[in-house]
């Protein structure tokens, strides 16, 4: 197949069955730039986004979406809030006036925390079921159809573990760059291929029926060039202790923050993990003035 992000000849690398759908999911991998994809991935969206994959019932079992929403002051998520609103506080000034858009929000965890945190102006985008939710909250969370009327309004986009569920990753970063005014930063999480190459399909991270798009810090540093953005690498900012922070009990499928977990040394802990993992390493994309 052809690469989505370079257009060069991309070559299968193995297959893997799918845990939760029963399917056998086609791996290629891209060498010009890095990139890694399933090439015959489960889209139907509706059957994998639904009420049990928001519960943990789905694909990924780590995730706990319901006890988030009623519960965000205990959830372990709010360390990854408070992470990400500390990152995007050094990326650019957030003040009351500032427009924030948290592009597949989820159940608009991160909206609530931020608008209470620094009252700026922060809607989020998602369809589906977790919407919902968000919405009976009274948390503002926009369909696709209301997406155009931000058009070109936004400071900051966020896009929190969402472009490795993408099967057009261009263009949805090309979405993005249209809700941005030039200037504006798009801080984006995605897991890094890199330290995994050769092995990718041994990552655990790589679960098919969700996670489709896998990329090295300079694919995504292309693709988001290719969309409209200059980039920047920053680094271990402030604020991705934090954001490790909860990675890492998510994955010890501890549920509540406090107790025993706050003793823990998360400093150098999340910075030996980041050696590993190297989440840090992702660039920040700045919308170029495209006039
Ligand atoms: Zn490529």
Same mark, same amino acid.
Request: with cysteine.
């Given at each position: 197949?052809?690469? *989505?992000?370079?257009?060069?000849? =991309? ?12 399917? !056998? ?14 090439? %015959?991935?489960?889209? #139907? ?6 009420? =049990? ?22 959830? $372990? ?29 989820? %159940? ?51 896009? $929190?573990?969402? $472009? ?13 760059? *249209?809700?941005?005014? /030039? ?11 890199? /330290? ?9 991270? =790589? ?12 694919? !995504?540093?292309? =693709?988001?060039? *290719? @969309? ?14 934090? $954001? ?5 009990? *998510? ?5 509540? @923050? ?6 823990? /040394? ?7 993990? #980041? ?14 003035? %495209?006039?």
């Amino acid at each position: 197949m052809t690469c *989505k992000i370079c257009g060069a000849e =991309a070559v299968p690398i193995g297959s893997k069955m799918g845990t939760h759908h029963k399917q !056998l999911f086609c791996f290629e991998r891209c060498e010009s730039c890095g990139f890694t994809f399933v090439a %015959n991935p489960w889209t #139907d969206y509706a059957q994998i986004y639904n009420e =049990a994959y928001y519960r943990g019932e789905g694909p990924d079992p780590w995730i706990d979406y319901v006890f988030e929403l009623e519960h965000p002051e205990s959830t $372990i998520r709010i360390h990854e809030w408070q992470g990400i609103l500390e990152v995007v506080q050094q990326l650019t000034k957030v003040s009351g006036q500032t427009k924030w858009l948290d592009f597949g929000c989820g %159940n608009g965890g991160l909206v609530r925390h931020v608008k209470k945190a620094v009252g700026c102006e922060i809607v989020g985008f998602e369809e589906g079921w977790a919407a919902d939710q968000a919405r009976a909250k009274g948390i503002p969370v926009m369909r696709e159809s209301d997406l155009a009327s931000h058009d070109g309004t936004c400071d900051v986009v966020t896009a $929190i573990e969402v $472009i490795e569920h993408v099967d057009d990753p261009v263009g949805v970063l090309q979405r993005i760059r *249209k809700l941005l005014k /030039p200037g504006g930063v798009l801080f984006l999480t995605t897991g890094n291929a890199k /330290p995994q190459r050769g092995k990718i399909l041994d990552w655990g991270y =790589a679960v098919p029926e969700i996670h489709i798009s896998f990329f090295e810090p300079e694919t !995504l540093s292309k =693709a988001m060039q *290719k @969309a409209g953005f200059s980039t920047q690498n920053r680094g271990f900012l402030r604020g991705f202790d934090a $954001i490790l922070r909860y990675k890492i009990l *998510k994955n010890l499928k501890k549920r509540e @923050a406090g107790g025993w977990e706050s003793l823990i /040394p998360w400093g150098p802990v999340t910075r030996m993990v #980041d050696r590993t993992h190297q989440v840090t390493a992702h660039p920040i994309g700045i919308a170029t003035d %495209n006039s």
